[in-house]
């Protein structure tokens, strides 16, 4: 007896995507987000609720730099690209050209991580990770989705969580 194996690897697949599905929280009251990203942002989070994570682990994901007193730079390039500068002082230490998508809600995405495992014909796992730049008008918010899960056969398992970090824009940039 033969069985066929396209059947079923399309069934996994099907719910490996319905289970996928990337959801965000509503905006939060008082951003506006009509407002420019392009400014100059502290590093350090403002309000860090989930951990203690650098403006530019968001931009860079294998940063190590872990000085307090440094600004990050954002600047559209053009309409799917995005300059980051991170400045210590006067110098710029690191730079980086993130591709970006910007959606209906006015909020800018990153490219999506979205990873799939596979161990034929048992077993998948899945983990879909993306950031959200949402713009106010002293800050910029960064909302992070991550939603990992796996199928055994045919039964699906995952978890979502939803965090966020506030930076504050930097007010004088004649320092700078």
Request: glycine share 6%.
């Amino acid at each position: 007896m033969q069985i066929k194996l396209f059947p079923i690897l399309l069934i996994v697949k099907m719910m490996m995507f319905v289970s996928s599905c990337t959801s965000y929280s509503t905006l939060p009251y008082g951003y506006k987000t009509q407002n420019s990203i392009e400014g100059f942002y502290h590093n350090n989070p403002y309000i860090n609720p989930f951990g203690n994570y650098k403006l530019w682990d968001f931009i860079h994901k294998k940063s190590s730099l872990d000085k307090d007193s440094l600004i990050v730079s954002l600047k559209l390039l053009k309409k799917n690209k995005m300059q980051a500068k991170l400045y210590d002082g006067k110098k710029v230490i690191a730079e980086k050209i993130l591709k970006i998508k910007r959606k209906e809600d006015n909020c800018y995405y990153p490219k999506r991580k979205f990873y799939i495992i596979p161990i034929l014909p048992v077993l998948f796992g899945f983990s879909n990770s993306q950031n959200r730049f949402i713009v106010g008008k002293e800050s910029l918010l960064i909302e992070r989705t991550i939603n990992s899960g796996g199928v055994v056969i045919f039964m699906a398992s995952g978890s979502s969580t939803n965090d966020s970090w506030e930076y504050k824009k930097v007010a004088n940039t004649t320092e700078l």
